[in-house]
Each structure stands twice: as C-alpha cells, then as structure tokens.
C-alpha cells in the first residue's frame, strides 16, 4: 500500500505542530510507520490522502459507535450549524441532552456539559475536593483520565505508550496528592485509605480499563470500591468518557451495577464533535458555580453543534437491539481473531468487553498495568503495520482498545480476520 502522500503531509505537519499532531498516539511513534493523513470517512471506512481506504477500529477513539458521517447525525449539526455555531448563551438543546444523560443514569441527578474528556475529569475531581475538604485522590496505574496535572501520574494511553507516564511539568507539589494503586487491588486501596485516614477526596477510575489495553474489573474489585467510599465519605468518580453509552445504553455502571458518586462522560455523547461531561446527584452538583461556591466555566461548553450531534446519537442508540448488534459483532470478531492468533508462534491474549477488545501479544491474563506492560510492543508494531497495509486501521499502540461500530458488516469483520489470519502468520 502506498502512503507516500501521507508521509508527505507529514513532514509538512511537524514543521508547524509539535511531533506533526495534536495528540501523540496519532503520530504512530510505537508502531515505527508514519501516520496516514484521512481526507474523510464513511460508516466503517476512513480514507486517507493516498486513496486508500480502511477498516476502522479507532472510530475517533471511541465516539463514532453509530460509524462515520452518520446521515442523522450531520444533517442535526448541519441544521443547527445553519442558525448560528456558537451563542455563549444558554439554548435549549442543553437541556435535552443533559435529560437524556440523566435519564440514562440513574445516579446522575445532574450534569455539566464541558468540551473534552480532560474536563470532566479535572471538574469532577475540583468538585470532590470542594465537596469533602480533602485534598488527595486515588487513581489507578494504567488508567487515563486525560491530560489534567494531578491525573498525568502514572497514566495510560499515550503516556504509557511513550513511557513518560508521569509527565515532566506536573510539579511534585501537585503529584503527591495522587496516591496510584495497582488495578484490581482492593486490599492496596483499602490500605492505602487506611493510611490516608479522612484525606481522601475521591477514587477515580476506569470502570473497564480501555487505556491499557482492555481490562475487566474482577468481580468483587468495584463492589468494594464502592461499599469502601460509602464507609470513608470518600465520592467514587466513575470514568465513563470511554466506556458511557457504549458497553451498555447506561455504559459500564448499567452493565456491572456499580454506581459511582460523580460520573464523567464524554466521546460518544458528543457523537463525533467536541464534547464531555460529569454528572453526580443534584447535592454534590449543586455545590458547582454559580449556585455554589466551586468554580467551573466554558466558553463553549454546552456548544449547539456537540448538544444536537450528542441528541442524535443517543436518539439512535435507543433503538431496539442496538447493543445487541453490537455485542453479537464484536464476539464474531472475538472468534475469528483468536482463531487467527492460534495459528501464530507468538503468544497472544485477546480481552473484550462489548464493543471494546485488545489483541496483547503475551500469554495474559492482563488485569493491571504491570501485567499490561509485559506484552511485546514490538511484534505488536509489526503486527499493527501488516494490518494497516491490508486495509485494518487498528489503534496504533499496544495500550488502547479497538472499538466496534454499528456500521461495521459481516463482510468488513470477514475481511478483517482474514487479514489478521495473514498478518499473524507473517510475523
Ligand atoms: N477519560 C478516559 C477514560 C479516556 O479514555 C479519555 C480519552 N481517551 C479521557 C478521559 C480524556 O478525554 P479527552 O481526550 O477528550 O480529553
């Protein structure tokens, strides 16, 4: 496959723009490939500059669960975009979206729109220390939460695919009140809650870990978060930007029936544009600015475009046997993938919850982020290019899910595996 244009563009990009983009994993720095530039993008297909075209599992990294250009979907943003892109005033279609959310999760009595996933998760973290007086917060190792200061240590996505999980710039005066626990470690946090007697604001996480790969909660580990929170005053802050309206309508906390005090939001609420948000019960949420005193703003939060692509996605994802579809794709994926793996010398592992998988290439179990950290990134980068030159965009890192869209049909999966059947065999 020829990607000479892209490679092209490239050069042209890093002279302008830090490494060539606006977000590292995009570079392909892990896999030892240039980026391909995309011109544009159909249901389950991107394009890129050279003409050629890909199965997508990246999806936007998560939001496009309904597939790329969705018909209802542009002509909403196309119709709202026609009377005005931006007020800085409240509208009503704020409203609509923020009662769908609500109504979606019944812990989330309210909820504040902000602009990307970072936001919520730095808002909502503001929020539980406003709210408790508390200072410190627990996150996980491997979990990302977004680029905010006190959640850039030890994080996952492209801070762990670059190995620089806890980034130069956060001062140490602001990382030490981020207390990092190994995932699927209840009696480490329990410890470590112990340790901290009453300085804990908030335990954040991923409640399917999908930033280092794809990593299940075992069973027991967010019953006792949660029973653990409740009996320290400590807000459990459930990290749905990824997970939300898509391993369920009501995402992670519907399909495993954990609830947590805050929920933050984001990707597929937006449905493709930019947009996230946290949401928690109304006495929590009501201590936000202007009725109460924890400030927290946007100039284009709540923007008109996101709120009427969020409202058409959501409206779709309602439908009848939507996550069905989804579930029942993404297992035969599942299937043909782990056939295809089988037939290779190296060792491999697939992990999938609903419509989020990851091939690590080691022996797994994967449930945290050491275990994550021992697959090998390089076959994987081989592994990755083959696919790319078959026509499979795959998440260009070892440590980020590949996502399933509605738009994804028998055949694309069909050609997928056969091309992973290829690929693994050429390693
Ligand atoms: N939380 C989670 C779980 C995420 O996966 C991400 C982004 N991948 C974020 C927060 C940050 O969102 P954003 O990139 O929109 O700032």
């Given at each position: 496959m020829n990607h000479t244009k892209s490679s092209q563009l490239f050069a042209e990009a890093k002279k302008y723009i830090p490494g060539g983009v606006n977000s590292p994993v995009r570079a392909f720095k892990s896999v030892g490939c240039d980026p391909v530039f995309i011109t544009h993008a159909s249901g389950s297909q991107v394009y890129d500059s050279d003409g050629n075209s890909y199965i997508d599992y990246v999806q936007s990294w998560g939001p496009m669960i309904l597939g790329h250009?969705?018909?209802?979907?542009?002509?909403?943003?196309?119709?709202?975009?026609?009377?005005?892109?931006?007020?800085?005033?409240?509208?009503?279609?704020?409203?609509?979206?923020?009662?769908?959310?609500?109504?979606?999760?019944?812990?989330?009595?309210?909820?504040?729109?902000?602009?990307?996933?970072?936001?919520?998760?730095?808002?909502?973290?503001?929020?539980?220390?406003?709210?408790?007086?508390?200072?410190?917060?627990?996150?996980?190792?491997?979990?990302?939460?977004?680029?905010?200061?006190?959640?850039?240590?030890?994080?996952?996505?492209g801070a762990a695919t670059f190995g620089v999980p806890t980034s130069p710039g956060v001062p140490a005066d602001f990382a030490k009140h981020t207390l990092t626990a190994n995932y699927n470690d209840l009696d480490e946090v329990k410890q470590m809650v112990a340790a901290n007697k009453d300085q804990i604001a908030g335990i954040i996480l991923e409640p399917v870990a999908g930033n280092m790969g794809c990593v299940a909660p075992r069973a027991g580990f967010l019953e006792g978060l949660r029973e653990l929170c409740t009996q320290e005053g400590i807000l459990l802050i459930i990290d749905e930007v990824m997970t939300g309206f898509r391993l369920a309508y009501g995402g992670a906390q519907e399909r495993l029936g954990v609830r947590g005090d805050l929920v933050?939001?984001?990707?597929?609420?937006?449905?493709?544009?930019?947009?996230?948000?946290?949401?928690?019960?109304?006495?929590?949420?009501?201590?936000?600015?202007?009725?109460?005193?924890?400030?927290?703003?946007?100039?284009?939060s709540g923007n008109p475009l996101a709120m009427s692509a969020g409202i058409a996605t959501l409206t779709l994802l309602k439908e009848e046997g939507f996550y069905e579809q989804i579930e029942e794709k993404s297992a035969y994926l599942e299937k043909g993938l782990r056939d295809a793996a089988s037939r290779t010398a190296h060792k491999t592992c697939l992990q999938r919850v609903g419509g989020m998988f990851?091939?690590?290439?080691?022996?797994?179990?994967?449930?945290?982020?050491?275990?994550?950290?021992?697959?090998?990134?390089?076959?994987?980068?081989?592994?990755?290019?083959?696919?790319?030159?078959?026509?499979?965009?795959?998440?260009?890192?070892?440590?980020?899910?590949?996502?399933?869209?509605?738009?994804?049909?028998?055949?694309?999966?069909?050609?997928?595996?056969?091309?992973?059947?290829?690929?693994f065999s050429s390693l």
């Open positions: 250009a969705h018909p209802k979907v542009i002509e909403a943003i196309c119709k709202t975009a026609a009377e005005g892109t931006s007020f800085g005033a409240p509208t009503h279609l704020e409203t609509q979206l923020a009662q769908m959310v609500c109504e979606a999760y019944p812990n989330i009595e309210k909820i504040r729109m902000v602009s990307s996933g970072t936001e919520a998760t730095m808002s909502a973290i503001r929020l539980a220390r406003g709210y408790t007086g508390r200072d410190k917060i627990i996150k996980f190792d491997g979990c990302y939460h977004g680029h905010a200061d006190s959640l850039l240590v030890k994080a996952g996505s933050c939001l984001g990707k597929i609420i937006g449905g493709g544009m930019p947009v996230g948000a946290f949401g928690g019960k109304q006495e929590v949420m009501d201590q936000l600015s202007p009725g109460g005193g924890i400030y927290q703003a946007g100039t284009l990851c091939t690590y290439f080691q022996e797994g179990p994967v449930s945290n982020f050491a275990d994550a950290a021992r697959s090998d990134v390089e076959t994987f980068g081989r592994f990755f290019r083959a696919m790319l030159d078959k026509g499979i965009y795959l998440a260009p890192s070892q440590f980020e899910a590949g996502f399933m869209s509605i738009a994804h049909t028998r055949e694309n999966l069909d050609r997928t595996i056969e091309a992973a059947q290829e690929a």
